[in-house]
């Protein structure tokens, strides 16, 4: 590989910070966090309450548009390897990520999925996101619950050269 290798991510509790900062480490990754203009609050976040914002969103799709700080990457053009990372909400990726994936081009970039979920899989999410961005080479994704091991993030990443 010739190009630099990014880890952009969404994480709303911890868990998806954590994974993302294994895999730069480990791939020598550059990161790039997505930040919602409003970020989520642990009440905006509480899933079982169906007035809380995440379950808003949820029932109503157009609330999904959700505005981030910024979507433009530092000397974006210089990245072919893309890791995207993001928890699982009702299934799919959390819908702060849409928004990043909209807003860049991945063309002539590998791009490869990974999510955070206590019980949810991957699901079509990967391919969701791949259909939303429009461009690049997506490949399969991967699940880390919560609590995953540094060891199982680094034994999937070895995985990818093995492929």
């Known amino acids: 590989e010739t190009g630099k290798t990014l ?4 994480s709303a ?3 998806t910070e954590r994974v993302a900062k294994d895999i730069a480490e480990a791939a020598g990754a550059d990161l790039f966090e997505i930040v919602p203009t409003e970020v ?21 799709e157009s609330l999904r548009d959700v505005p981030l700080t910024t979507t433009e990457v530092p000397d ?4 072919d390897t893309v890791f995207i990372g993001y928890p699982i909400w009702w299934g799919i990726a959390a819908w702060p990520v849409d928004t990043f994936v909209k807003n860049n081009d991945f ?8 999510c955070t979920s206590a019980s ?6 990967g391919e969701l996101l791949a259909e939303a961005a429009g461009t ?23 995985s990818l050269t093995q492929e």
Do not use: C, M
Not at 40 to 60: A, F, G, I, M
Not at 107 to 114: A, E, S
Not at 120 to 125: A, D, K, N, R
């Open 7 to 10: 880890v952009v991510y969404y």
């Open 13 to 15: 509790s911890g868990n």
């Open 40 to 60: 989520y609050t642990s009440d905006d976040l509480d899933w079982t309450n169906p007035d809380s914002r995440v379950s808003r969103e949820h029932d109503d």
């Open 76 to 79: 974006w053009d210089s990245y």
């Open 107 to 114: 063309t002539g970039k590998t791009v490869i999925p990974f």
């Open 120 to 125: 949810s899989g991957i699901g079509q999410s």
């Open 136 to 158: 690049g080479e997506w490949l399969a994704g991967q699940r880390f619950s919560y609590g995953t091991e540094k060891a199982d993030v680094l034994a999937w990443l070895e």
